[in-house]
């Protein structure tokens, strides 16, 4: 059961290193109340586990220690729930501000409470597992396992009522994670709460079952925590994660492009390592290939552009296809012109690639596989220089003499 626990608080552990970025959780309120909350319902697992309890009371030398710092640290994640709930709904900041610092100061009085009701109750024999019916009928005790269910309740009930109306307002992932939030949630409440409940219940009419506190309730609490870490990590993680997948396409799609450039590219290249996500490795791509065109614009022949432009539209390309048939040439051409280390043609204009009037990389994509289409050239003649060829930066031949 430990070992359920535990790894229920690894994955809520896990969901907030995900979703909380240093530089800019602290600025932003939201993402700042989400990340607490997740920790903090991280170490309410930890703490509610019997190894950690047992090493609590051991530590301070008083029984049942761990249970007031379990209940404390689960009255704090309902507290923080219910801040991330203000804080998703938002409005006025002056309204938001006096609404969070009313759900602490309820949730701090409840804390003290619990504390208070623990100093005061006679609990002198440790319980790790079965604390709450062992001692449901123990007063003070009574009164300080009802206070921590009570608590907990109202915050989880009030998310379920928030999940329930914001998920009929969105659409696409935030629908879904939302949806798999209230799952969560009626997981607490129907196998942890209700249990623990009635567990109780039955303590106070004479009954055991127990089991459904110490059997029941800790499981179905790690799945419902499982299932809201998914649902807060979702509508956050998966766009990233198509975002990466794109880049990391397009930048294998520039490789024709980029295996033709690369050698006049004088932009710095940065430390690479396997962990580099593929946004960063796109990125410096693109930069080192918008580098390199702008050190070949000044080789650009406008004839080879107009002759293959031309040749294009004969055969019934479309005139964007044509464009960047004859765009590719010209910059194959000019490659070629300069590994030669010719003097560049004197057109007397300048010109600009369509890859360098879009933003983005579309352009730079569309140009590789227009490289990529080009038809191989024919073989050269003894003593000429080789024509352009696509996706390669031909070396000078020296020319034979006889």
Known sequence: MSLVVYLAAFVFGMSAVLLCRPRTAVRNPLNLSTCVAIALGALVFVCAAPPTLSAVNALTGIPNFGAPLTYGMLSAYSCS?????????????????????????????????????????????????????????????????????AG?????????????????????????????????????????QLTKY????????????DFLSTDV????????????????????????VRSHWRG????????????????????????TAWWQLPQARLQWREVSIHDALLTLAPYFDHRVRERVRDAALR???????????????MLADAARRAAAREQPPETGRSYRLYATEVS???????????????????????????????GTMAEPEEPHVA
């Open 152 to 192: 907990h309740s109202a915050a989880m009930l009030a998310m379920c009522a928030v999940c329930v109306k914001w998920g009929r307002e969105v659409t696409g992932l935030l629908r879904t994670g939302l949806r798999l939030i209230l799952l969560g949630v009626l997981l607490d409440v129907v196998g942890f």
């Open 360 to 390: 983005g990389t579309s352009g730079l994509v569309e140009l590789a596989q227009a490289l990529d289409r080009l038809p191989p050239a024919p073989a050269a003649p003894e003593g000429a220089v080789p024509p352009p060829m696509a």
């Open 81 to 149: 729930v219910l801040v991330l709930l203000i804080n998703w709904r938002g409005g006025p900041r002056v309204l938001v501000r006096r609404l969070v610092l009313r759900s602490i100061a309820a949730y701090g009085l409840l804390v003290l409470a619990i504390v208070g009701l623990f100093a005061l109750a006679d609990a002198d024999t440790e319980r790790l597992r079965d604390l709450d019916t062992y001692y449901a009928n123990t007063p003070f005790m009574r009164e300080m396992i009802l206070l921590y269910l």
């Open 248 to 271: 990391l396409g397009d930048y294998r799609r520039l490789s024709p492009l980029w295996s033709l450039v690369q050698s006049v590219s004088t932009a710095p290249r940065p430390p």
């Open 198 to 209: 009635t567990a109780v219940v039955a303590r106070w009419s004479g009954h055991d079952l």
């Open 217 to 240: 309730a800790p499981p179905m609490a790690s799945l419902g925590a499982l299932v809201c870490s998914v649902g807060f990590v979702l509508p956050r993680l998966v766009p990233s």
């Open 315 to 329: 055969t019934g390309r479309s005139p964007h296809e044509a464009r960047l048939a004859a765009e590719a040439a």
